[in-house]
């Protein structure tokens, strides 16, 4: 079975040379992009293998199990990313607009190892804004986290456009039960935010399944129904947010679209044994 590796980041960007691979096969909960700076080797994704060589691009999902054999000395770039990303670059610009070019690709489970750029302009293109993001995503500061998802959103839209001309991605058709419950389970959590998103008519009518079924099929794959999904997601959320926050509780409550924050705390406490401000005391103080 594959390791499975996790990020508490919504984006982390690094760089590893190594002349030889140090991870067993694995998966993550995050999606990763890796730019192969220079080298050369074999690149295994689900089981399907393919040499990769020097300005080469991977795209990974969370489900998809990948390693690499090193043969030349290679220098990778890591961007790691998690759906909290796409909530802060969605409320940064115009809404759903630019998560609709990316959904049809980050749904889906990768069907190729190879390079997901191949023409030799696009890659040039696609380094280059690489870079600028490096440059930003180093200086940390108030105003190059805006500039830093600006340019995340246009490396992943570049390399988007170049998927979508070439078969990399299983079509929505030919994927299996589980694997559309990921894809159902990740927009959930892509949108925990946007209570409209996450109704069953239009869960159903994104999913291409009729407002009776869905339901059903949820139930059926997972043992939850849609509502608890949806409670056990925004209390995981409401979790990150008085971890890693200075929102209050009643601000992460109207965020997430409880009715009120005392609503807010009795479902917190129901499910976490504390209360929202007992938790962050609590999480303080283990600091």
């Known amino acids: ?38 080298g050369s080797g074999l690149h295994s994704v689900n089981g399907v293998s393919m040499d990769y060589n020097e300005k080469d691009i991977f795209l990974l999902t969370p489900r998809d199990e990948h390693s690499f054999e090193i043969k030349e000395k290679t220098m990778f770039i890591f961007v790691k990313f998690t759906e909290q990303l796409f909530i802060e670059k969605t409320e940064s610009s115009v809404k759903g607009r630019w998560q609709r070019r990316i959904d049809s690709v980050l749904c889906n489970p990768n069907s190729s190892p190879g390079s997901v750029v191949s023409e030799v302009g696009e890659k040039k293109k696609v380094f280059a804004i690489l870079e600028l993001l490096r440059i930003e995503y180093e200086k940390r500061d108030f105003f190059s986290r805006q500039i830093t998802l600006d340019l995340f959103g246009a490396l992943l839209t570049t ?25 159902i389970l ?42 608890e999904i949806i409670i056990e997601t925004k209390i995981k959320t409401a979790e990150r947010l008085l971890k890693s926050s200075e929102f209050s509780s009643k601000e992460i409550a109207a965020k997430l679209c409880f009715n009120d924050s005392s609503h807010f705390s009795k479902t917190f406490k129901r499910l976490k044994g504390v209360t929202p401000n007992q938790f962050r005391k609590t999480k303080h103080l283990a600091k």
Request: charged residues 20%; aromatic residues 14%.
């Open 1 to 38: 079975m594959a390791k499975r590796f996790f990020s508490k980041h919504a984006l982390n960007i690094f760089s590893l040379e190594l002349e030889e691979w140090e991870f067993p096969l694995h998966n993550h909960n995050f999606y990763e992009l890796i730019f192969i700076q220079n």
């Open 186 to 227: 990740g927009y959930i959590r892509q949108h925990i935010f946007e209570k409209e998103e996450l109704t069953i008519d239009s869960l159903a009518q994104r999913f291409h399944y009729s407002h009776n079924y869905i339901g059903i099929f949820i139930k059926r794959n997972t043992g939850l129904s849609l509502r």
């Open 159 to 183: 390399i988007v456009q170049s998927i979508n001309n070439e078969n990399h991605f299983i079509s929505e058709k030919k994927v299996d039960a589980m694997s559309c419950i990921n894809q």
